[in-house]
């Protein structure tokens, strides 16, 4: 097994980010990657499913791990059988890459890994429709990444500092 990239997004409700019951959405994206009954997302020749999503707790906190498949549907090949002498459709294996993730609901974050067949890019785009799918009422889910520390240290480091501050207080004129 080779090294393997994982990434943390923060998980967005874009679409109804001023919706009166926006706290009370939040919880439907658990819902919506639990309770996915092997719905599928059909594009580009590929069904995205989640896969394996169940509860977990670690350390007293409620997770949900699980994973999302980019499949390719079973295709068929004409072979000649020879103890019949008749070409028959044969069904050729499905294959299927992989990525496992965990989900933390309450602070709307993703932890996933990036697998050969699944860039971070895909995972972020079919893990938000495949969402939108089961749930409609979601919206668009947006997922962004979270930056490297180092990129975080850089950042903080260029930020301009503020040194000293002069100002001068005039008192207000009570006559």
């Known amino acids: ?28 994206i658990g819902d919506a990657v639990l309770n996915h009954n092997k719905k599928e997302y059909k594009e580009k020749g590929f069904n995205w499913i989640f896969a394996n999503t169940k509860k977990v707790n670690i350390n ?5 791990s699980g994973k999302i498949s980019k499949v390719l549907p079973i295709k068929y090949e004409n072979i000649y059988k020879e103890e019949n002498g008749k070409f028959e459709d044969v069904p050729i294996k499905n294959s299927a890459d992989v990525s ?29 429709k495949l969402c939108n799918l089961i749930d409609y009422e979601l919206g668009e889910l947006k997922l962004k990444l979270y930056p490297k520390s180092q990129e975080i240290d850089n950042i903080l480091n260029n930020a301009e500092k503020v040194y000293s501050a002069d100002f001068k207080i005039i008192p207000a004129n009570y006559s």
């Open 1 to 28: 097994m080779g090294v393997k990239t994982l990434y943390i997004a923060k998980i967005n409700i874009n679409e109804n980010i001023f919706h009166p019951k926006y706290k009370e959405m939040i919880p439907l």
């Open 60 to 64: 007293g906190y409620e997770y949900i």
């Open 100 to 128: 496992s993730f965990l989900l933390d609901v309450e602070n709307e974050l993703i932890v996933f890994e990036q697998v050969a067949g699944i860039s971070k890019t895909n995972f972020m785009e079919y893990f938000s």
